[in-house]
């Protein structure tokens, strides 16, 4: 499958921001989707992820209570939404996806297929 991230950009602290990763082929609805971040100078880190039917959601606690992801099989699109956004949210964005047993736990340190990354910058 390939990703393409797309949705960010520079905004101010507390702002709103949705990024959207569209997906090629037919399976996208067996893929457990998720998002991850990288700060400069910081390693990737995990931010949330979404079974391949929608019905469980978990966030890094950086994420919870701001952070929504959902998707639409249909469209093969897994979208970020992103509220009151803080200046440590800088980051690249990438999206990320894994299909097969144990997934949902695997997605999480070691994806199958990455997304070429979006930037988000926000602004104190």
């Known amino acids: 499958v390939q990703l393409q991230a797309s949705g960010g950009g520079l905004v101010q602290a507390g702002d709103s921001l949705r990024l959207s990763c569209a997906a090629s082929?037919?399976?996208?609805?067996?893929?457990?989707m998720a998002w991850f971040r990288q700060a400069p100078g910081k390693g990737r880190e995990f931010v949330t992820k979404i079974s391949s039917s929608g019905s469980l959601t978990a966030y890094a606690d950086s994420a919870k209570g701001r952070f929504t992801i959902s998707r639409d099989n249909a469209k093969n699109t897994v979208y970020l939404q992103m509220n009151s956004l803080k200046p440590e949210d800088t980051a690249v964005y990438y999206c990320?996806?894994?299909?097969?047993?144990?997934?949902?736990?695997?997605?999480?340190?070691?994806?199958?297929?990455w997304g070429q990354g979006t930037q988000v910058t926000v602004s104190s």
């Open positions: 990320a996806a894994r299909a097969g047993a144990a997934a949902w736990a695997a997605i999480t340190t070691s994806p199958s297929y």
């Open positions: 082929g037919r399976t996208f609805s067996s893929y457990v």
